[in-house]
């Protein structure tokens, strides 16, 4: 298998979800439940007491479901199928990752967009001359939103602010692509 | 990296949820319509008599339960099983060999993951834009892959941190004399954000 088909899969499988946690929650659910029916349909073989029900009886409750008050019906219908359609979504969305990828020749990088964030809040806070804790960043799949509160009384020069972020971004050259919007705040905050 | 189904994964959330949308719909349906309730009313009875008889058809000797209790419970322990599997294959991959040439007349050559995961450990140790880092290496569809990850403290360009690292890497691969196709892993979180505060040059 060649070097880059192997990237390309490193590359989708660490940006996408591989929704092992939710897998493996229903699979320990599956086992308990399983468990449980093999424990009842012995003890019902030895005659001994179930745990809560035999297996004859549930049967006959599942036969007499009908006769439960309808509100009962309709509202564990309404659960039942919410959950169910919760997990069909699961099982075909994507479940991207908060994360960037930077393609070299010698090997792929896997960036938090945490770390973008936390990096281009310190670039742009010197650019504008204001505390980095007062400078918030999200980064998402596409976008880059900076935002800063000015020190009272001290401009901010939004210009360098977007020049700092946009040289910054150039030099990660990050995919997907991340676009800049800086937002100055209006009001100030005293010592920031 | 790992080698994970995703597939298998996907495949059991959507038939699980499958079973319990239809279940839940099953419930509405008896609860708004009519029609459905007596429907069920009328056929349920005869399905559950014909299950019992054909349970007491085959008698489980003098005990009074039947082989077929037998038989569910040879299923239920083979999904048990099945599940079990499911579970202990996630996250699977890593290796323990970098490389690993053909056998010629005059032996093999091995190397193993540890000789790139202490050279590439050492070089990282000291450095004070990292919090930590850790080297491993996974089989990727037959394909050695090292894979470094690498915590960085806040504000440190993920840039700079992934071309010392590939300085690093390149320089393995001359200590080595072949490339190991390798991916960086960079992130954040809770460990970068306690880490003591440090002055970086």
């Known amino acids: ?192 | 990296m790992n080698t994970t189904n995703r597939g298998a994964n996907r495949l059991l959330i959507f038939i699980v949820g499958l079973v319990v949308l239809i279940l839940g719909a099953a419930s509405i349906l008896l609860g708004v319509l009519p029609a459905f309730s007596s429907g069920w009313k009328s056929t349920a009875p005869t399905v559950s008599t014909n299950v019992a008889s054909t349970f007491s058809a085959a008698p489980l000797f003098a005990t009074g339960s039947s082989w077929l209790y037998i038989a569910l419970i040879a299923v239920l322990v083979i999904i048990v099983i099945l599940l079990v599997r499911f579970i202990v294959k996630q996250g699977n991959g890593h290796t323990s060999e970098l490389f690993h040439d053909d056998t010629t007349e005059h032996g093999s050559t091995i190397v193993k993951a540890g000789v790139a995961k202490e050279a590439l450990q050492e070089a990282l140790k000291d450095r004070d834009d990292l919090v930590s880092s850790s080297v491993t290496t996974y089989d990727v569809q037959g394909t050695n892959v090292l894979k470094i990850s690498a915590t960085a403290r806040r504000g440190v360009s993920p840039k700079d941190v992934s071309d010392t690292i590939q300085t690093h890497l390149k320089a393995l691969d001359q200590l080595l004399g072949f490339e190991v196709p390798a991916m960086i892993q960079i992130s954040g979180g809770f460990r970068a954000r306690v880490a003591k505060k440090t002055r970086l040059e």
């Open chain 1, 1 to 192: 298998m060649s070097t880059k088909s192997t990237y390309s899969r490193i590359a989708r499988r660490e940006t996408h979800s591989p929704r092992s946690v939710l897998a493996i929650v229903l699979a320990v659910i599956l086992i308990l439940a399983a468990a449980y029916a093999v424990i009842e349909i012995i003890l019902a073989i030895a005659g001994q007491k179930p745990l809560l029900v035999t297996p004859g009886n549930a049967a006959k409750g599942l036969v007499g479901v009908n006769t439960l008050p309808v509100w009962i019906l309709i509202v564990a219908g309404i659960i039942l199928a919410l959950i169910g359609l919760w997990l069909i979504i699961a099982s075909f969305t994507s479940g991207r990752r908060a994360r960037h990828l930077i393609h070299t020749d010698r090997a792929v990088t896997v960036i938090d967009n945490e770390v973008i964030a936390s990096a281009l809040a310190r670039h742009a806070s010197y650019a504008a001359n204001t505390d980095p804790d007062n400078t918030r960043v999200s980064v998402t799949h596409n976008r880059a939103v900076v935002e800063m509160t000015p020190a009272t009384g001290r401009d901010v020069d939004k210009g360098r602010v977007q020049d700092a972020v946009d040289e910054q971004l150039a030099a990660y050259d990050v995919s997907p692509k991340l676009r800049s919007k800086i937002d100055i705040k209006k009001a100030g905050k005293v010592g920031a």
